[in-house]
């Protein structure tokens, strides 16, 4: 399989390290997309807001802020990778998301794409010795190491804010536009773009 061709780290689903790829192999094909994630969706209008926030710097992300820093969640390995100020992270929220908009722009692969896709494609940037999920300690101290990592969430976090000096307003939009999917039919509530009515010969 075409797998096979990356790391094993990008293997793990759970950890979604294979986000990065995603979002670039999209970017080598669209000048501008949307990314959702696996499964949401977007239940109400409101994607605008998000397209018009992006044009500033070419990326903005739906979701939401955490009560804990990336510093807290971030295997300090990473930080040997990508360059941060340890300092302004313990102090900036953590941030998840749920949706993206990314514009293919010089810019954008410059100061973004490159360090993400180049951590990711790097076991020991992506996922270094020692990287768990759970948390040992108390995230509530934005100064202590909890003992977990986040992957290509870390990292996002980590070159995002490097690149907007630690200022979510710059790139981050709460998401209110996009809910987990329940499996309930939603073809009810789909809308139709195309409402030409029928042509008398069709049956």
Not at 49 to 77: M, W
Not at 156 to 161: D, F, Q, R
Request: proline share 5%; aromatic share 12%.
């Amino acid at each position: 399989m075409w797998i096979q061709m990356w790391p094993e780290s990008l293997y793990n689903i759970r950890h979604r390290v294979w986000r990065p790829l995603v979002l670039q192999f999209a970017m080598a094909k669209f000048g501008h997309y949307v990314y959702v994630e696996p499964g949401r969706f977007v239940f109400k209008q409101g994607i605008r807001d998000y397209i018009q926030a992006s044009r500033k710097h070419g990326v903005v992300f739906g979701g939401k802020q955490l009560k804990h820093s990336s510093f807290v969640v971030t295997n300090p390995h990473m930080y040997t990778f990508l360059r941060t100020n340890e300092r302004k992270l313990q102090v900036t929220p953590h941030f998840d998301f749920s949706l993206a908009v990314i514009h293919n722009t010089r810019r954008v692969k410059h100061e973004f794409m490159r360090f993400l896709v180049s951590c990711a494609l790097e076991e020991y940037c992506i996922s270094p010795p020692g990287s768990k999920p759970t948390c040992d300690l108390n995230m509530g101290n934005n100064k202590k190491y909890a003992r977990c990592h986040r992957y290509d969430e870390s990292a996002i976090n980590l070159i995002i804010n490097g690149w907007h000096d630690y200022q979510p307003r710059q790139y981050l939009i709460r998401d209110t536009i996009t809910r987990h999917f329940d499996g309930k039919d939603m073809t009810a509530m789909l809308k139709v773009c195309n409402t030409t009515a029928p042509r008398k010969d069709e049956v």
